[in-house]
């Protein structure tokens, strides 16, 4: 079998007397979306805080490439091709959606110590950025300030932004929230075709999707992996049913 | 034209105008005046760099005006005096050439803001403000005693420095070098803040998380804003300091820090030309009020706080209207 591209392994992490992330593994294959699921507060951001570097794990470790990248920031993360997009947007609000997306293809290029042309007339990155905004559906809102999109639309340049970079594997913390049916349906139908460019560990509550996509779902209860497998697996997995899919078993 | 690049075009038109209209009417303290709102607002577009688009609220930028303003005075100071500066490991002595001048206060404020912003990035918010400050107090307490460059008396200097060409002791001669400067580092601040690097480091002061997720460490390229800032204001300085033929530890205090701050609060924080608009309005005001009171800074202190309250933008933002994103 081929080598996980990202793995997670015995992650621990409590706040206090919570414990956040209790001995979790799980990992990512190459060509497949994991989904990982879970009730509010079940830790999946923190994990993935974890796995993205702004957070360090107590104890376990993570790996990306076959590279232990438990010590490593973010920023070391990112540069090797860790694509990243935050359930609560990180971008800038002042900015378009231009200079944005525009902002991801710079640091895919590594070379921002550039202090004299003005950056919106570098045909490479503005080539890579309006590509970026095509694939999610937004070009037509690039001369738009950011703060002025709605929230769905920001959750779509999160994920534009995370495709300038052209990751060697996807994290994606909550993607479709905000987006509405068809933005959904939209969105599913595209992260169905990026699995083929990089893995995606996806993290979403809108179940359809969830089970549309996934390859393999992860359930995660109170900081613990109670589940792993396929979607039939999951569907028929009694303990999952009982503590999330809110059914008497 | 937007209404931001009309009312920035008039500010600069007018500052111009204003001391050739001095120098017609043979009223050269009004070039002075002049001539001091534009190192004034030199020293502010140095700051709004870090400030406005950096997001670094530093209450020490008067540790970089004060180390130009030295650089001017101990070269100076030494070739009026006919001694060297230093005999060992080798020889340097002093100098009244301007360009040479500015190379010095251009390179002893960009080391120094290295070494104070490698520190004191470290923090963020309050910390960061007290950080800046203390590193002013330390420059300010270390040039009181420092008697070998006056200590508390500071340093005169007899007649204003050269500039191949012009005879900078004519005011309007000294102004148009001190506008000419003005206006090429507003050039370079459009330029930077249009820049790859303006766009990462303003996306930092938005969100550094979002920096970081795309492989960029934030630090380095607040470290670099605050090099290129400290520099240009300490440029400011050593301008200052000709313009006074007077250096004294009061460059360093921390009230100059304050006033560079309010030059750039009160034209607009993060407008191109909001230090200019700044420094104009300060310098009329204290020429205005200063005249009528010596407790003229009561007057300053409401209007900062009016501006505070009421009108954020300053005044750029509240004349020209919200910034329009750019294209
Ligand atoms: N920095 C922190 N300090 C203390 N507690 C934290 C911190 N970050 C998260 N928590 C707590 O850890 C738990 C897991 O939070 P997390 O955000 O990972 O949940 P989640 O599964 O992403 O939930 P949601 O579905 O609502 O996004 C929560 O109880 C949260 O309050
Ligand atoms: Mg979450």
Redesign the pocket.
């Known amino acids: 079998m081929t080598e996980p591209v990202l793995s997670v392994r015995n992650v621990s992490r409590k ?2 007397a ?1 414990i ?1 992330s209790n001995n979790v593994s799980l990992d990512l294959r190459p060509g497949e979306i994991h989904a990982l699921i ?10 993935i805080k974890q796995i993205a570097g702004g957070l360090r794990p107590d104890s376990g470790e993570v790996h990306f490439l076959g590279r232990d990248v438990t010590a490593l920031s973010t920023v070391q993360r990112a540069r090797m091709g860790l694509g990243r997009t935050f ?1 609560i947007s990180a971008l800038a609000m002042e900015d378009t959606v231009l200079q944005n997306a525009m902002l991801g293809a710079l640091g895919a290029g590594r070379r921002p110590y550039r202090f004299f042309r003005p950056v919106l007339k570098d045909r490479d990155l503005r080539e890579v950025a309006e590509t970026a905004l095509d694939r999610v559906g937004l070009l037509d809102h690039a001369a738009i300030r950011t703060s002025d999109l709605s929230h769905g639309q920001r959750r779509q340049l999160e994920v534009a932004v995370a495709l300038t970079l052209k990751p060697r594997a996807f994290i994606m ?2 993607p479709m929230a905000g987006l509405g049916a068809s933005g959904s349906k939209r969105l599913t139908g595209f992260l169905d075709e990026l699995r083929h460019e990089a893995p995606i560990l996806l ?1 979403e ?1 809108d179940m359809d999707a969830v089970f549309a996509l996934a390859d393999r779902i992860s359930v ?1 209860v109170y ?1 613990e992996v109670i589940a792993t497998g396929t979607v039939e697996d999951i569907r028929n997995h009694a303990e999952v049913r009982r503590a999330y899919l809110g059914e008497d078993a | 034209m937007s209404r931001e690049t009309i009312f920035n075009a008039v500010l600069a038109l007018g500052l111009l105008l204003f001391p050739l209209w001095a120098y017609v009417a043979d009223e050269p303290f009004m070039i002075t005046l002049a001539t001091r709102v534009a190192i004034l607002a030199l020293a502010g577009v140095g700051l709004n760099i870090a400030l406005g688009l950096g997001g670094l609220v530093s209450l020490g930028h008067a540790a970089f005006f004060g180390i130009g303003g030295y650089a001017m005075g101990i070269l100076a100071h030494h070739a009026q005096s006919y001694t060297p500066l230093m005999e060992v490991p080798f020889l340097i002595e002093g100098t009244k050439s301007m360009p040479v001048i500015w190379l010095v206060a251009l390179a002893a404020s960009a080391l120094a803001a290295l070494v104070i912003g490698a520190l004191s990035l470290r923090t963020s918010g309050v910390y960061f403000i007290m950080i800046t400050l203390a590193f002013g107090q330390m420059l300010f307490y270390f040039a009181i005693s420092w008697p070998a460059y006056g200590g508390e008396d500071g340093l005169s200097i007899y007649v204003r420095n050269s500039f191949p060409g012009l005879n900078t002791l004519d005011p309007i001669q000294f102004f148009l070098i001190a506008y000419v400067i003005l206006a090429a580092a507003l050039m370079f601040a459009a330029m930077l803040a249009k820049s790859p690097f303006g766009l990462a480091l303003n996306a930092a002061r938005q969100t550094a998380e979002r920096v970081e997720t795309i492989g960029i460490t934030p630090y380095r390229l607040r470290l670099t804003a605050f090099v290129i800032s400290g520099a240009i204001t300490g440029l400011a300085g050593a301008l200052f300091a000709d313009l006074n033929r007077f250096v004294s530890p009061s460059m360093f205090s921390w009230q100059t820090s304050g006033e560079i701050m309010i030059f750039i609060i009160l034209g607009g924080v993060a407008r191109l030309f909001g230090p200019v608009a700044g420094a104009a309005l300060f310098i009329a005001l204290e020429h205005v009020l200063g005249g009528l009171s010596e407790f003229w800074h009561i007057y300053l202190g409401l209007l900062l706080l009016a501006v505070v309250l009421y009108a954020r933008g300053g005044i750029i933002g509240t004349l020209a209207g919200r910034e329009v994103a750019h294209d």
Do not use: C, I, M, R
């Open positions: 706040f206090g919570l956040a879970g009730p509010n507060g079940a830790g999946k951001s923190t994990l359930q913390d909550e993290v509550h995660l900081g």
